[in-house]
């Protein structure tokens, strides 16, 4: 699966130079903001959730690693964590112009480090629409058989161990008790921003302004095509649905495979092994 939310997965550009850090929100039109950025800069975009879940599976295990770690409060970090940090993001932002999504949007302290000359754009959206939108993504993403189906498809059945991390930067970056809506919201992450970004760097901007505003902030000229709307409602249910369909698919290979190992067995001398096994094993009790 090369795509997913209609965005295709996006390799690097040699000697691409890396200028924007996409702090927004999953569900604020991160997928058209990436897209737009492409264009403007002309380079490719790296696209935190795309990447982990439809790239290399090098690529997913490397932001896994950087958010487990990232997840250490900066003050209780060895110095060999930090360095394995930078060392993670350097790899995942090399020959790219941007980053987008999350987890990479969870990483904005360590990208700032990496890229001081970066300035961070935080997509937004209003409060109540993104917890809908968000709550529409976890109905078709959390029910009970999901991770299941998922767990044996690379990359996406590591399942727990994002959800986990997500829970663990959640408390120890914003410091609050859960991700539960009552504890953690869009709100939450963009407050956090505003503490801890300096001021003439970040940026707030809504996709649904279109091109004018962002080509301010970038200084750039508004160019001659639409802007790129991308992964609306239907795009999640499509993916969840491709996502179920392969790890329905991989099962049954699964179990097909068991089945078809044990009808050879039984077809062949395995079963008379099996008999002659048992009569001796209650011919020694007796």
């Excluded at 903001?33 to 975009?45: C, R």
């Excluded at 539960?180 to 760097?201: G, M």
């Excluded at 001398?269 to 002659?276: E, F, I, K, Q, Y």
Aim: glycine residues 10%; proline residues 6%.
């Amino acid at each position: 699966m090369s795509h997913i939310g209609g965005q295709a997965v996006a390799g690097p550009k040699p000697g691409a130079k890396f200028v924007i850090i996409g702090a927004g929100m999953s569900r604020t039109g991160t997928k058209s903001f990436g897209e737009a950025l492409s264009i403007l800069l002309d380079g490719p975009v790296h696209d935190a959730g795309v990447q982990c879940n439809a790239g290399p599976r090098v690529v997913g295990e490397r932001w896994l690693e950087a958010l487990e770690l990232g997840a250490t409060p900066p003050s209780s970090r060895t110095k060999t964590q930090d360095t394995k940090i930078q060392y993670l993001l350097s790899e995942l932002t090399e020959g790219y112009v941007a980053t987008v999504d999350w987890p990479a949007n969870f990483m904005t302290d360590e990208l700032m480090q990496l890229h001081p000359d970066a300035i961070v754009i935080c997509t937004t959206r209003d409060p109540e629409s993104w917890g809908r939108s968000l709550a529409v993504l976890g109905q078709v993403m959390n029910n009970w058989y999901f991770p299941i189906l998922v767990s044996v498809l690379p990359k996406v059945g590591l399942h727990a161990r994002w959800r986990q991390g997500w829970e663990n930067m959640v408390r120890s970056r914003y410091e609050v008790p859960s991700s539960a809506s009552e504890y953690f919201s869009i709100t939450t992450h963009e407050d956090y921003l505003r503490r801890n970004v300096p001021q003439d760097k970040l940026h707030f901007y809504s996709v649904g302004s279109g091109w004018e505003p962002l080509c301010e902030i970038l200084g750039v000229n508004v160019p001659n095509v639409p802007f790129p709307y991308r992964n609306r409602g239907d795009d999640i249910r499509r993916t969840y649905r491709n996502f179920m369909f392969a790890g329905a698919a991989a099962w049954t290979g699964i179990f097909g495979s068991a089945f078809a190992t044990w009808w050879v067995f039984l077809r062949g001398n395995g079963m008379r092994n099996v008999w002659a096994t048992l009569k001796l094993v209650m011919r020694r009790r007796n």
